[in-house]
């Protein structure tokens, strides 16, 4: 049988480690965690796997069902998908099979594990060609004390089926023994999925030695490493191929230099070696199941925000966080790992972005999507029109004072001493003659005294951008054209107005001096932030979807053609463009660093590629 190559589709893999167990009777795995750790290091490589990965380690079972769940339903017809589980196994009195989770109770499986009906149900729905799923349990049943299961119908035999390949550690009477933990610190991977990693990090499982290692290969050599090692373990496979499936190549060997260019190198080298830069390489992982608001990046943890969900990340390891619901589809706000929205009720509540823990918040009632966080200071406003300046560190109210006005359109902000609000005059009952007038308040950061007020001329839409040197307003002129208007955060005064020539697409951005926006008719326009002198205008592929953000001198925009485009600031100079299409989100923009873009693309999925984009 023939291997098939590399391939273009999507390399993604999901992997389920469960250690950790509430029921004394399911005893505690420390295998499961360092499985994951240890396959994700081979998978990921880009060099042997070149997979996208994300693991769920001692996750609970709703989670892992709906991540499963988005695992094999957004996959495509070229995508290779590989599942894997490392935990207890379970089976009820029918003889039917469960992965257990954490809180897995072995009388109550059905209600508290993962079925293996469940997966062979996903895997149905699944659209990918090369599907393989690999199961460190014992026996796949009930379990002897100190090992993962007991006897009982096989995993490959409850999951194999037509385009999809089970490997299980052994057979059904077989125990799946963990590995050595003569460190606790530092414990070791289980026997099986130790002989699937060194297989693939070495390259000894490329049986044939053609540079790929194929999964019947994979499975060949990790058996005979099994029985040359002494352990009892007869691992199995089970499905249809209809051909081989290439799951990784063989990593290149370093060539070691000669004594003699050691020497001549370390002559010149009177500092010492430089050090070398890890590979910048573009992944991907499922996220949300649909349209998803742009990611936000704080502390180390992004975050896409799902109509009624929080999808939570360590933005190093890609490690899924439990999944927070929210009560309302405003967005939340963040800091120092902690997440504020309205909960119930419309009472503010915090959660910890980690465990998914609630913490303790001020007891007021907020709006949804009116939060903001600046330096240690949640500002929030309630629906009797108070605004409330809030430390985050002691949850106090420092002050609250009365708007008159609820506010409306966009949280807070805080420029040049002041917050900013944006509010909106009500109509009296009946009356549907104009739209509620809005009008922009501040009051002072430190007491929360009003400062000044400022009565647009024409209706504000509900998006502006509000910096240390103006505000930014947008201004409906008639249907179709917009206006821009500039404003003096410390008195509220006009400074310039800007006429577009269409309605804006998304919220204007301010960046190195610029005020930049996109308009309904595929336009790129900058404008002088200080004067409003139009500099530059472009087109653009299609209409933008986000507001344009900027690293360093580098201005990016998505539009609705597919194409990520990054142009030179403040000349407007096209320098390269990648092909995603992103989720529309008016007013937020794709989260970055440095070195990394961070966005959530049409179908959910978050993207992390490199800041210096390749054509």
Not at 339 to 353: E, I, K, N, T
Not at 357 to 367: I, N, W
Request: glycine content about 8%; aromatic content about 6%.
């Amino acid at each position: 049988m023939t291997a098939q190559a590399l391939g273009e589709g999507y390399r993604r893999a999901l992997l389920i480690g469960t250690g950790t167990y509430d029921h004394p009777e399911l005893s505690k795995l420390l295998s499961p965690e360092a499985d994951c750790a240890g396959l994700t290091e081979v998978l990921r490589d880009p060099e042997i796997g070149q997979f996208e990965v994300q693991q769920l380690v001692d996750v609970d079972r709703p989670m892992l069902e709906r991540s499963i769940e988005e695992f094999f339903l957004t996959a495509r017809r070229d995508d290779v998908c590989l599942l894997y589980f490392s935990c207890h196994g379970v089976r009820n009195r029918s003889d039917k099979l469960y992965f257990a989770v954490r809180n897995t109770d072995p009388e109550r499986p059905a209600h508290s594990a993962i079925s293996a009906s469940f997966v062979h149900d996903m895997m149905d729905e699944c659209r990918a060609r090369s599907v393989v799923v690999v199961v460190d349990c014992c026996y796949s049943g009930l379990f002897i004390p100190g090992a993962k299961g007991s006897e009982s119908a096989g995993f490959e035999e409850v999951l194999a089926g037509h385009g999809r390949v089970i490997v299980t550690a052994g057979t059904r009477l077989q125990r799946a023994w963990e590995g050595d933990h003569s460190d606790a610190e530092a414990p070791a991977l289980s026997r099986f999925t130790s002989a699937i990693v060194e297989g693939l990090r070495s390259g000894d499982a490329d049986l044939n030695g053609d540079g790929l290692v194929t999964l019947q290969e994979l499975f060949k050599y990790t058996s005979e490493r099994l029985h040359l090692e002494g352990v009892e373990q007869t691992p199995r496979m089970g499905g249809e191929m209809q051909y081989d499936i290439a799951l990784a190549r063989v990593k290149k060997k370093r060539r070691q230099r000669s004594s003699r260019t050691t020497k001549k190198t370390q002559s010149r080298r009177t500092a010492g070696p430089s050090p070398t830069r890890r590979a910048e390489v573009p992944w991907r992982v499922s996220a949300a199941s649909g349209s998803a608001r742009q990611p936000v990046l704080s502390d180390g943890i992004l975050v896409v925000h799902e109509k009624y969900s929080l999808h939570v990340f360590d933005a190093e390891s890609r490690r899924r966080y439990p999944l927070i619901q929210t009560n309302y589809p405003g967005s939340a706000v963040f800091h120092s790992g902690t997440a504020y929205f309205p909960g119930p009720g419309s009472l503010l509540r915090s959660v910890d972005l980690r465990t998914g823990k609630p913490r303790r918040s001020a007891r007021l009632q907020v709006c949804d999507g009116l939060l903001s966080v600046s330096v240690d200071t949640l500002y929030a406003t309630s629906p009797d029109g108070s605004l409330h300046s809030i430390d985050v560190r002691s949850d106090g109210v420092r002050w609250s004072q009365k708007l008159g006005q609820p506010a409306v359109g966009c949280p807070p902000e805080v420029a040049a001493g002041s917050v900013i609000v944006m509010t909106e005059e009500s109509r009296p009952l009946g009356d549907t003659t104009d739209p509620a007038e809005k009008r922009v308040q501040a009051v002072l950061e430190v007491t929360g005294q009003p400062n000044w007020s400022y009565r647009p001329e024409r209706p504000l839409s509900g998006e502006w951008t509000v910096t240390d040197s103006g505000i930014y307003l947008v201004q409906q002129v008639d249907l179709s054209r917009q206006r821009i208007v500039a404003v003096d955060p410390t008195n509220g005064e006009p400074l310039w107005r800007f006429d577009a020539a269409a309605n804006l697409a998304v919220a204007p951005a301010a960046v190195s001096g610029l005020v930049v926006f996109g308009d309904v008719d595929n336009r790129l326009v900058a404008l002088d932030a200080k004067s409003g002198a139009q500099l530059w205008e472009r087109k653009t592929k299609g209409r933008v979807l986000t507001r344009p953000f900027a690293v360093g001198d580098t201005l990016f925009t998505a539009d609705r053609a597919a194409t990520l485009t990054a142009w030179k600031l403040p000349v407007g100079r096209k320098l390269r463009s990648y092909e995603v299409l992103l989720s529309a989100d008016r007013q937020g923009a794709p989260a970055c660093t440095n070195d990394w873009l961070y966005l959530t693309d049409s179908q959910g999925d978050m993207h992390a590629l490199p800041t210096k984009l390749r054509a």
